[in-house]
């Protein structure tokens, strides 16, 4: 009988394996041509010797100091899965009350071990000149984003007891999918959050070469906004974020302050357009339930010993499985974020035409984002969610030589 | 463990007996500027004699026995005249302290003080302050960058609020609400208090606690608290108080909204049969039960993390709420007018719960726990807020009772002996 089971259960996995393995081969497809070899580009002529050293220096310590502070909040999660259950005596709630209690406390926690590990980062950051923002504007910024995870964490625990309450070994299944579900509405959501506070993009020739990118792309109209950030860092940036008629491109106001040409800024507004022509953010909602169905089921493995998800004491230890979760998958998750990265540069490269601004917005990015052109290989495979500046030159060189000279 | 009253070096002696005169109540605001004057001058004085005293007790670590009862007059006068102006008493305060008052001020006998509180007691005396100032209201209370000519009124907003509804309630009835003169009575007790602590005539650091503010009698209510908390804090939860509630406020928010459409039906309801229907009083009453448990917690009244269903019995800081019972119509159909005074004074006493807060926070991130004083103000604070919500979702027809109690303690008809005194030991 026994036995039996066990087949069954290994013939189950076997076949969600696949369906796994079909599923991510299907999302993996890329408009980059499999045939593209990458040549070595070198850094100190392409960048500039002193710049490379200053963007190593300067990504040297964020990457020690976000390796450090992983260790501290793993170290921190270890102890609270241990002692953390006896946080339920302060609690007059139910058990699911009790565990969005014990959930927000170790969420309280993490955020007071990373504490001076952000502290140092803000310093180097403000050290070199990456950020403008004030220690005081940079903690009290910080509430607010802590208060939303706090809530976040609430409503994931209130959906995975209640669930687990009905079904208690088989709550992961329904819970991932609930998990996929809030992702998806987020997703709708999103863009009308982020954009609070935004203005339209108001250029002229700018709206002509976006409606031109998107003709190019086979898109829709898309709304371009401008958030200002020019108060707090002179880095720049641009998000792409929505599904559906959400979608929205948004460009960080320090992109349209004259250091950058217009053909420059048309890379970067391509590159966005690029994301949602290739339908990134869906295919990332996917990603997205492709990793909720293993993790939730191991988290319910892991929680089993400590009577499951619909108990309370299971919280701490179900926060060290997420974390530990999380940290396992960030190499993958990274590698799919640079294949999907590299998708976007090749389709700005495809709709532009305009390898010599691709090649000027890449190489600036050493300087104005202080970004280290290659990064130590554990920095890269881990945290890196975009190719190196070195492959996204490489990467214009190499589209340069395939169009067929005039 | 709270200290013996005989002990308490700052005792208000209370024998009013509510009646007020109409014709002085209606000029009152006139008829207090004389006395404010000789306060004026008399706070000139105490303020140079309070420089001369701290010398003093810097080196022989006790205040001589002139300054002291120069000051102790001081206190006794103002407090007196402060009592008129705020209606605690009726009769015309006088320009000395011959002859016996109504609200009166007992300190004791010069004692020695620590040195060291002696050098630091204006940096000590700063959360009490905040206490008096933060209520400030219309009598003025201290302002430490005032001309220090100014005198300390510090009924505080609480007491200014009581005082502006007793003065229609006493022009009208010709007699004081006994739980609006007793909010008077702790504000000038709590403020006689801090400045004898401030003025060196004790080192006893002043209570807050509601036990001695001299309510003696809390009449029967359908809306009643109960305290049966330990005072104990978890330091991290304390820490992250205002985030922790973040659940509780999104909850109470979304509960808010069937509540206010509960009520109204039920007031519907209510014209016709007199009463609320039970399962709306079942439902409303365990929001207001609710709000309590989460102002408590948020506030640091209450140490736990409150469940979300309010259920009766299940936090430490509670509420009893009584059965549905027949009310008068007119009272009903008028709820909404009526209920607006309970309001003022809920308001003030919101800002009484914002400064238990504060001052909880930051004693409670320290020590671990609540002091009593606090806590038990606090509670009386969310007693008041509760049975103002109450009242206006209909769960009982009996108004709020001002008065910032929470025992029920025999009736002492002979005299309100008040002891204001100390920080009520943890």
Known sequence: ??????????????????????????????????????????????????????????????????????????????????????????SAAGPIGTGMLLGMVGLA??????????????????????????????????????????????????????IAQKLPRMWWLPGALVFVAIGTGFQLLLPYLVTLGT?????????????????????PQIPFRVEKVSDTTDQVNAYAVGIGS?????????????????????????????????KHLPKGLAWYALFALPGTYLIALATRRRGGMARAEAVPLGLLVVVALQLAAAPVQAWISRRMEAEADWKALQTTHDPQAARRLFVSFANTDASDPSPPTWAYLILENHPTLEQRVAMVEAWAARQPRK | MHEDMADRPVRLVVTDDLVRSRATVLFRLFLAIPVYIVVAFWSVAAFFVVIVAWLIALVHGRVPNGIHEFLTSYVRYTTRVNAYFHLVANPYPGFSLLGAYPVDVEIHEPVRQRRWTVFFRLFLALPALIVVGLTGGVGGSLNLRRDPTTTFAGAGTLGSAAAFLGWFASLVRGRMPRGLRDVGVYSLGYTAQTYAYLLLLTDRYPSTDPRFAGQQELPQHPIRIEVNDDLGRARLLVLFRGLLVLPHLVWLFLWTIP????????????????????????????????????????????????????????????????PPERQPRAGLLFRGILVIPAIIVAIAYSGIANTVAFLGWWYALVRGRMPSGLRDIGAAAIRYQAQTWAYSFLLTAQYPYAAPTLERLPPEPEQLALDLAPWAAT
Not at chain 1, 128 to 134: C, F, L, N, P, Q
Not at chain 1, 208 to 216: L, T, V
Request: aromatic share 12%; net charge positive; charged share 15%.
């Open chain 1, 199 to 219: 203005k339209p993009l108001s250029d002229p020739k700018l709206l002509a070469a976006a409606r031109a990118d998107e003709r190019a792309q086979g898109l």
């Open chain 1, 109 to 162: 926690l993490v955020w007071l071990s990373n504490l001076p590990f952000g502290i140092a980062q803000h310093w180097w950051d403000r050290r070199h000149d990456a950020s403008s923002e004030g220690y005081i504007a940079w903690a009290t910024g910080d509430w607010a984003q802590l208060g939303a995870a706090f809530l976040s964490i609430c409503l994931a625990l209130v959906i995975v007891m209640a």
């Open chain 1, 1 to 90: 009988m026994g036995r039996h089971l066990t087949a069954r259960r290994l013939a189950v996995l076997g076949i969600a394996a696949v369906c796994w393995a079909i599923a991510a081969t299907f999302l993996l497809r890329t408009a980059v041509p499999g045939d593209l070899r990458l040549r070595h580009v070198d850094s100190a002529a392409t960048f500039g010797a002193a710049t490379v050293r200053r963007a190593a220096r300067y990504e040297r310590f964020g990457n020690w100091d976000w390796l450090a502070s992983q260790v501290a909040t793993l170290g921190v999660l270890a102890l609270y899965a241990k002692r953390g259950a006896a946080f339920a005596r302060q």
């Open chain 1, 246 to 278: 959400s979608r929205r491109v948004v460009l960080w106001d320090t992109l349209l302050d004259g250091r950058y040409s217009k053909r420059v800024v048309n890379v970067v507004m391509a590159h966005e357009l690029g994301h949602h022509s290739s």
């Open chain 2, 259 to 322: 509540a206010i459409l509960a009520s109204f039906a039920g007031w519907l309801i209510a014209l016709f049969i007199a009463r609320l229907p039970l399962p709306l009083h079942r439902f409303l009453a365990a929001y207001v039960r609710y709000s309590a448990h989460v102002s408590s917690f948020l506030g640091l009244v209450g140490g736990p993390f409150p469940g979300f269903v309010g259920k009766e019995g299940s936090y430490p800081i509670d509420l009893v709420i009584d």
